[in-house]
């Protein structure tokens, strides 16, 4: 009798040894899950500050290149000075009729606060 006791003690025992043992694996499982998962994000980020600094670089190169060519074209092609056309006076006039219809219409518009200094024809 005493070896059973003995024997279905030292059953006992193995099981929760076993039990613990398959709650260890369950551990170990997901951590190294876990440790996956975090490895994969670090990869995430690393890739992900790898790709804006390019851009970012990028951008600053195109920038950079374009003022530099802004200042290129100024120096060898200056912009060149067009001469104001001469305005001719005749016919630039408005007659009487055609003045006092206009003042009338802003006049109206402007509830009598607006008035016409000049007009002239274009």
């Given at each position: 009798?005493?070896?059973?006791?003995?024997?279905?003690?030292?059953?006992?025992?193995?099981?929760?040894?076993?039990?613990?043992?398959?709650?260890?694996?369950?551990?170990?499982?997901?951590?190294?899950?876990?440790?996956?998962?975090?490895?994969?994000?670090?990869?995430?980020?690393?890739?992900?500050?790898?790709?804006?600094s390019t851009v970012?670089?990028?951008?600053?190169?195109?920038?950079?290149?374009?003022?530099?060519?802004?200042?290129?074209?100024?120096?060898?092609?200056?912009?060149?000075?067009?001469?104001?056309?001469?305005?001719?006076?005749?016919?630039?006039?408005?007659?009487?009729?055609?003045?006092?219809?206009?003042?009338?219409?802003?006049?109206?518009?402007?509830?009598?606060?607006?008035?016409?200094?000049?007009?002239?024809?274009?």
């Open positions: 009798m005493r070896k059973n006791k003995k024997t279905s003690n030292l059953l006992t025992f193995c099981r929760k040894i076993a039990q613990i043992e398959e709650k260890m694996s369950n551990f170990a499982a997901n951590f190294i899950y876990k440790v996956k998962f975090m490895d994969n994000l670090g990869v995430g980020f690393e890739l992900m500050i790898v790709g804006m970012f670089l990028i951008l600053l190169i195109v920038i950079w290149g374009g003022k530099l060519l802004i200042k290129v074209v100024n120096k060898i092609a200056p912009e060149e000075v067009v001469s104001p056309k001469k305005v001719t006076t005749s016919g630039s006039a408005i007659d009487g009729g055609t003045m006092a219809i206009l003042q009338q219409v802003v006049s109206q518009i402007t509830g009598g606060k607006g008035h016409i200094s000049s007009a002239k024809k274009i």
